[in-house]
């Protein structure tokens, strides 16, 4: 790639280290769009073992730059966001994946497409582990920083998408049990973080 065009590119790439997230740190500030990129990626690869038979490189790449369209529209939380919403991140993805030449405009366009259909192992594991590390972050965040509706979102977001596997849906539970663990304590008085 040409390095003017290589700049350009992680010129955009660097708007997610700006562009935060509804998502608290647990040192209390918004985490960016790039922090979770990054843990996810690293959750990737650590479910090898759990699943030998797909390609992880691919589920890591796939966590990398599944956020890569919020470089442009920033994010909207989950459960603010739209059909619309997903449609013009769609939409800016499309447009940041044009300006890069061949083969990565190829790759990453087939990338973006497997991720969007949701049908090959690959893309299921991203997107499962995509939900669970919105939640874990919101578990390591302080309570205070939770919305009222977060309290039940915790416990459902990502039920669906960790039915394909039973090692997802143990990851699921046990972070179930850390966020009813989370708000016993807020109610309990014993302040958890």
Request: aromatic content about 8%; hydrophobic content about 35%; some cysteine.
């Amino acid at each position: 790639m040409n390095v003017r065009k290589f700049l350009d590119l992680m010129s955009i790439a660097e708007n997610l280290k700006n562009n935060t997230r509804h998502s608290w740190t647990s040192s209390g500030r918004h985490e960016s769009v790039a922090e979770h990129s990054w843990r996810l990626g690293l959750m990737a690869y650590f479910m090898k073992d759990e699943f030998p038979e797909a390609d992880i490189n691919k589920v890591i790449l796939m966590c990398l730059c599944h956020d890569l369209g919020e470089a442009i529209t920033g994010d909207i939380p989950a459960f603010l966001k739209t059909e619309s919403d997903e449609s013009v991140e769609n939409d800016a993805v499309s447009k940041l994946l044009d300006t890069i030449p061949q083969p990565y405009k190829e790759e990453l366009s087939d990338l973006f497409a497997e991720m969007n259909g949701l049908e090959t192992l690959e893309a299921k594991i991203y997107k499962a582990l995509d939900k669970m590390e919105a939640i874990i972050q919101h578990n390591e965040a302080d309570i205070a920083t939770w919305l009222p509706l977060e309290y039940d979102l915790n416990l459902t977001y990502g039920t669906k998408e960790v039915e394909f596997s039973g090692y997802m849906k143990q990851l699921k539970q046990a972070i179930n049990e850390d966020t009813m663990k989370k708000i016993d304590s807020q109610s309990d008085g014993s302040g958890l973080n």
